[in-house]
């Protein structure tokens, strides 16, 4: 029988450590993790621990200095493979093109029909709830809606994998909440396998099916919490009793590691 929870992407014994001028820092790992086939997954952990240079090494932005990384069973090159897509905190929207014309931006440089572009751009603009605003430019939307067109641009690449650098790091709590639902939402449309990276253990403990607690620089996964949320969850759940319990789990995790990396051992 077909395993219903596959594999979408392994780390196996993956380590980045950084040359610079002041020497050579151990940023991450060793790292071993798996992600199953459409989970929404959560990293969180003490800053600096190394956790964007894992998503960079998962969206082959950087190589790992040991390991490999698997996706849909093959390792991952030199180049971001077909059906990865990221979002950062920096949204990075064009400020000369209108709303539409940013979403679309990637796709167009794509062997891809007009009809099908404009498809893929209706259906984004539809699930972010950007339709009033497809002629807007970014300077004309809130930082929240920025970071919608961001997510938009990376929705109709129509990734199997989206990993997602704190892309809320920037918002109020209230629209953190709101964009969280959005999210949950996009995740549950597309099918897609979701990596969030986050400081917040709130939004890590509402959105992910399973959250990794890393450890201080040179980070590794201590834990692996299962939230147990069904999947047609929402931001309502942050009244929940099981919700205190699993930030509360997670944050006594995150304390002594958080307290190692503000005052790093003198040996
Ligand atoms: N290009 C680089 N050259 C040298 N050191 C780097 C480089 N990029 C990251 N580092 C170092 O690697 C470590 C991990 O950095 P990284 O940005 O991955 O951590 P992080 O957990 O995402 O941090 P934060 O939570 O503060 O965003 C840090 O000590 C950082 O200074």
């Known amino acids: ?9 392994a780390l196996r014994d993956v380590t980045k450590t950084f040359q610079s001028k002041l020497g050579s820092i151990d940023a991450l790992g060793p790292v071993d993790l ?16 190394g956790k964007s240079t894992l998503l960079d090494i998962m969206a082959a932005l950087a190589p790992p200095s040991s390991g490999t990384v698997i996706f849909e069973n093959r ?21 000369w093109l209108n709303v539409a014309d940013n979403i ?14 404009e498809r893929r751009l209706q259906y ?22 920025r970071q919608r067109v ?15 650098d704190e892309p809320f790091g920037a ?23 979701v990596l969030l990276i986050t400081h917040a253990l709130d939004e890590a403990a509402m959105l992910a ?18 939230t147990g949320w069904a999947r047609d969850r929402d931001s309502r759940i942050v009244s929940a009793p099981e919700f205190g319990a699993i930030t509360g789990r997670l944050w006594a995790l995150l304390r002594t590691q958080s307290l190692q990396a503000l005052r790093p051992d003198p040996a």
């Open 1 to 9: 029988m077909a395993d219903p929870h596959p594999i979408h992407v």
């Open 124 to 145: 984004a603009l539809q699930l972010m709830g950007l339709n009033d605003f497809a002629r807007a430019f970014p300077a004309q939307l809130s930082g929240g809606m």
């Open 171 to 193: 918002l109020d709590q209230q629209t953190r909440l709101l964009m969280g639902d959005e999210l949950l939402r996009i995740w549950r449309a597309t099918n897609a396998t």
């Open 75 to 95: 390792p991952i090159g030199a180049s971001v493979p077909d059906g990865i897509g990221v979002v950062f905190q920096e949204n990075a929207c064009f400020p």
């Open 104 to 117: 679309t931006f990637g796709l167009r440089r794509q062997p891809i029909e007009q009809t099908e572009i």
């Open 209 to 226: 099916d399973r959250v990794a607690v890393m450890s201080a620089r040179p980070g590794r996964i201590m834990e692996v919490i299962e």
């Open 34 to 49: 798996e992600l199953r086939q459409g989970e929404f997954f959560a990293v969180v952990g003490p800053s600096g621990c």
């Open 150 to 164: 961001c997510i938009a641009r990376t929705l109709v690449m129509q990734p199997r994998l989206i990993l997602l």
